[in-house]
């Protein structure tokens, strides 16, 4: 009792958190069941009847299978190889800045564009990316380049995607990096000056190994979601120019789920994709802590 008086704030905050996992993330996780039913809605959740693993062997052996898989996993792919380390620089080169004033004003103009919804941004993307009244084709034409329709050729649209979630997202995934840093000891800086380090050799040395914690972690987060694309990032830069290579296993769910009304299918998907989450969070976190003998890692 004498804990919780004196904790009874703290307390109260957990509470509200752990009744939001409570009701929104696990009571829900009933209704997994559905992926081995044949769901029908008059008949509800419990009265739908069984029909085992059959929507796993219609998913792997849909002739669209494959096409989404390689879809999502190179789109993921690129976004871990480009836009993962992308916050991670910015963080360290901001770190690097002197003037207070500048560095706050890049922050604050690099976090902006994550507060704009992906219907304006990728409106905005497709207009700047226009062949006739887009900036890019001005500065091609500066170069005398005729002008590309990018958004008309498939060859172009992971490039795109990659592209504008870094436009979009380089500022915000950069707070916790940049937190990371503020956080190392000054002293450390100091003593490295004295004997001689460089910019460069302070931040190989001292500022990278520093937030390899905090760059495991997130690291290991990400690819639980390897299987998942950003929807509505997707659904507005698609077209049907761009399908074959832009079709993602969320719009697909998005098509047959919400619109063909095949719930149990689109759960059985679903569920394929958190087991598949669950075994990438695993191995990364096991390969984490073989790498760095135990130091880092989720637990």
């Known amino acids: 009792m004498k804990t919780i ?18 009701v929104f993330k696990y009571g829900p996780l009933y209704g997994v069941v559905i992926a081995f039913k044949d769901f029908k809605v008059v008949d509800g959740i419990w009265g739908s009847p069984w029909v085992g693993f059959q929507h796993f062997q219609d998913l792997f052996q849909s002739s669209d299978f494959y096409r989404l898989l390689k879809n999502t996993l190179l789109l993921n792919f690129y976004q871990l190889l480009f836009a993962f380390p992308a916050p991670i620089i910015l963080a360290i080169l901001l770190n690097e800045v002197r003037s207070r004033y500048f560095q706050r004003f890049i922050q604050t103009t690099m976090y902006l564009p994550h507060f704009v919804s992906w219907v304006i941004m990728s409106g905005l993307i497709i207009y700047f990316l226009s062949p006739t009244t887009g900036i890019m084709a001005d500065i091609m034409g500066w170069f005398g380049k005729e002008p590309i329709f990018f958004m008309g050729k498939k060859e172009y649209f992971r490039s795109i995607v990659v592209g504008s979630s870094i436009l979009k997202d380089l500022g915000w995934g950069s707070i916790i990096y940049f937190a990371a840093l503020s956080g190392i000891n000054p002293e450390i800086q100091e003593s490295a000056i004295i004997d001689g380090a460089n910019r460069w050799q302070r931040i190989i ?32 830069l698609l077209n049907p120019v761009t399908f074959e290579t832009g079709d993602v296993i969320d719009t697909y769910v998005y098509r047959v789920g919400l619109q063909q009304f ?13 087991l598949v989450g669950l075994v990438l969070i695993l191995g990364a976190n096991l390969t984490v802590r073989k790498l760095s003998k135990g130091e880092n890692g989720l637990w």
């Open 5 to 22: 008086r004196k904790h009874g704030e703290l307390l109260a905050l957990f509470l509200f958190a752990f009744a939001f996992f409570i």
């Open 205 to 236: 040395r001292i500022n990278v190994p520093s937030i390899m914690p905090t760059i495991s972690i997130m690291f290991i987060l990400s690819l639980g979601g390897f299987l998942s694309a950003n929807f509505e990032q997707i659904i507005n």
């Open 262 to 274: 095949q719930y149990s299918y689109t759960a059985a998907i679903g569920l394929f994709k958190s």
